[in-house]
């Protein structure tokens, strides 16, 4: 599996936009990156994932390193639900979870 | 939106116990597994299921725990005689497909407390 990196923590003013970074150097040229989050006492929820072009959904968008070897999860206006735990998985299989990124969220 | 059922939400139960913890995956995916996250710690891959036999487990997937899909709905995660560290939030998932274009989608996981 890819190996990733990503900050321990983060934080963010509520209605402002957050940018979550990642690096995948060592990902495979078919791995798709995929991010997840965890809000409190909650299971991982899919947010959003891409292979070599930026993608959009309603939750958030993703942009992908023209290298592949990294990422950044945008949320455009975060707002106090969007405290969590952000995973960034390279996968072309099974979902290994990292440590993750802790995002709070300030009102 | 198709939903990830796992019963029962918490679950006590004295060590050396019998457990069975429930999951209802989405219905036409194919593709099952089972997480499980230690309070504090990181979430853990368990067991993947498919065509009704393990497809892979990790190294905490031993000979205490077995999975079974008895029905063409329910899934389960069977703990033979627990301990106290199996004490953990247990999570299942299901897929549609393999491969790296296809979400997971989690249930909101069972809460077993080993006492």
């Known amino acids: 599996d890819a190996k990733t990196t990503q900050p321990n923590s983060m934080e963010s003013n509520e209605e402002e936009p957050v940018h979550l970074p990642c690096n995948h150097s060592?990902?495979?040229?078919?791995?798709?990156i995929h991010w997840y989050r965890q809000l409190p006492s909650q299971g991982p929820e899919y947010v959003i994932h891409?292979?070599?072009s930026n993608v959009n959904n309603r939750m958030a968008s993703l942009a992908i390193a023209e290298d592949r070897k990294s990422s950044t999860l945008i949320l455009h206006r975060a707002t106090l639900r969007d405290a969590a735990v952000y995973y960034c998985?390279?996968?072309?299989?099974?979902?290994?979870f990292g440590k993750g990124t802790r995002l709070h969220i300030l009102p | 939106e198709p939903e990830v059922t796992q019963t029962p939400s918490h679950q006590v139960t004295q060590m050396g116990q019998e457990v069975i913890l429930r999951c209802v995956p989405i219905s036409n995916h194919l593709y099952f597994y089972w997480y499980r996250q230690i309070l504090g710690q990181k979430v853990e891959f368990l067991v993947s299921f498919y065509n009704n036999e393990i497809s892979e487990k990790s190294e905490i997937f031993d000979d205490q725990f077995s999975v079974e899909r008895p029905d063409g709905s329910n899934f389960t995660l069977k703990i033979r005689s627990t301990k106290l560290e199996d004490s953990a939030m247990y999570f299942c998932?299901?897929?549609?497909?393999?491969?790296?274009?296809?979400?997971?989608?989690f249930g909101s996981g069972t809460r077993l407390t080993v006492v």
């Open positions: 998985i390279p996968r072309d299989d099974k979902i290994i």
């Open positions: 060592t990902i495979s040229g078919t791995d798709y």
């Open positions: 998932a299901s897929t549609f497909l393999l491969g790296g274009n296809y979400g997971y989608t």
């Open positions: 891409g292979l070599t």
